[in-house]
């Protein structure tokens, strides 16, 4: 089998390394916040200590198990070779082709036409396809909506997305906790996760629609057809307006289509349809490939 290299992504390592810069210098900051409360009020130091551990015991629940717990939130059941075994084939073949080792595939029984890849390492992620996908699409356009998620793994995007976006989930478990009514440190201290909330965000905008672009384009050279991917992306956006991806909103940043409608673009985790769809003309173009008028 020929091995197919995707490249280096100049402008996806160039946001990712801002990205991380960005990050490492908010959590110093936070840690520079830290140390300025427990030498302004040193009597406080246990109030901040449990404070401290209370979030790092949040964030910690939060992340645990990784990619299970947003299959468990789908309802996405991992299906071997005897059930699925079309999929399995071509997951084996692209994996195969980028030389990684084939991640696990999971089904989420929804009608909503979408596709996910999760995972913080290569060697135990997922890719995970809904009933509706596979009931949509054609064989072809199936294989490069696999590529698109291949192409996710091989970059590691959920290793940096979970990373970029440790500040907002850190902000939302403060918010989340002080809306709760667990007690007066949560209370008096929710407005203190405004500042994480609103680093976090911005971080995961700088990565996230860039790294659809990115593998759009890993599908298109791993399949050798970008326009089997337009079709794909035009078809999953036009069946989402008729039906609802609420079941999939908790994995919105990592779906191939938003299943959110933002009416500023400028918010959104995911480029709008018609760059990304532009962005694939091109690619087709260079390739010598035919392109829907």
Known sequence: MQRRALGRDFGLSLRMTVALVLLAATYAGLAAGCAFLILYRPSYAWLWALSGIAVG???????????????????????????????????????????????????????????????????????????GLIRLLDDRELEAVIAHEIAHLVHR???????????????????????????????MGWPLGLLPLGIGTALTLT???????????????????????????????????????DDLRVANAFCIISTETQRISLFSDHPPLEKRLAALSAIAREMGRPVAA
């Open 57 to 131: 015991a949040s964030l910690a629940a939060r992340y645990r198990g990784g990619g299970d717990a947003v299959l468990r939130s789908l309802g996405a059941k991992v299906v071997t070779a005897d059930k699925e075994h079309a999929i399995h084939e071509i997951v084996e073949r692209l994996a195969g082709l980028v030389d990684i080792a084939p991640p696990r595939i999971a089904v989420a029984d929804t009608a909503a036409p979408n596709a996910l890849a999760v995972g913080l390492r290569q060697g135990r992620s997922t890719v995970v396809v809904t009933r």
């Open 157 to 187: 995007d959920a290793a940096v997305m979970t990373a970029v976006s440790a500040p907002r989930v850190l902000g939302e478990v403060i918010i989340g906790e002080a809306g709760s009514g667990r007690g007066l440190i949560w209370t």
């Open 207 to 245: 990565v996230s629609r860039y790294r659809e672009f990115s593998a759009d384009r890993g599908s298109a050279l791993l399949t050798g057809a970008p326009e089997q991917l337009m079709s794909a992306l035009e078809k999953i956006a036009g069946h989402a307006a008729q039906i609802p991806h």
